[in-house]
């Protein structure tokens, strides 16, 4: 199993978390994105959308982080990262989306870049974006945590799921750009439980070999 990632990509952390929760071994191969490396000829022939992650298991190349988790899910049953009834998974999906599809992709660095490059905006003006996007984001998963019989330690009772490898790179991001995060005290609760799960700990940014010191 191959992993193409880079280690600031949030996307890219998720599928380290769901791998590491697995312990399923995998070669990690770094793409730099902020370098370009996404667009050389090399990998674009791998991963026509040229995004990360991209993994390669048995021949198959599979490319969006969540689709990835699932097919994970699947060919390693345990530990579930889906809980068992179809209401309770539906819970977990729509909290792992209210992330990936509602504050990330405003957010990534394509859009970043798109800011400044091509609409000349400045830096102060794309980070106060990219604070709107993942404050206001944050606030909506909060309230759907906030006193819900359903939440635990984790963002569904006792154990990570596909859930928590979303949000916790999201925090991550959201403290590398200074966002506020006093507004959504429940998901740094579980944020602060999920890091001391060695799973979350090992995947994080820090430790992946291409981390830049």
């Known amino acids: 199993m191959k992993l193409y990632n880079y280690f600031r990509s949030s996307a890219s952390f998720r599928v380290r978390i769901a791998l590491q929760l697995k312990s399923l071994p995998y070669d990690y191969l770094p793409v730099h994105l902020a370098k ?13 959308e040229r995004l990360v992650p991209l993994l390669e298991d048995q021949g198959r190349r ?9 097919y994970l899910d699947e060919i390693q049953p345990e530990p579930p990262l889906l809980p068992g009834s179809p209401a309770e998974r539906a819970r977990v999906r729509a909290l792992a989306l209210d992330i990936a599809c509602e504050i990330h992709p405003l957010n990534n660095l394509r859009v970043l ?3 400044t490059r091509e609409l000349g905006q400045t830096e102060d003006t794309k980070n106060a974006w990219y604070r709107h996007w993942v404050e206001s984001g944050l606030e909506a998963v909060e309230q759907q945590l906030a006193g819900h019989p359903a939440t635990g330690p984790y963002c569904h009772g ?10 916790v790179p ?4 959201a403290r590398r750009f200074d966002c506020r995060l006093d507004h959504v005290p429940t998901v740094m609760k579980v944020f602060e439980h999920c890091m001391q799960h060695p799973a979350f700990i090992a995947a994080q940014p820090s ?6 010191q």
């Open 36 to 48: 370009g490396e996404q667009l050389q000829p090399n990998y674009a022939a791998l991963s026509p």
């Open 62 to 70: 599979l490319n969006q982080s969540l689709a990835i988790i699932e």
């Open 113 to 115: 870049k798109y800011l």
């Open 158 to 167: 006792d154990m990570p799921s596909l859930a928590d490898c979303v949000l």
């Open 170 to 173: 999201q925090i991550f991001n």
């Open 207 to 212: 430790n992946c070999p291409d981390a830049e």
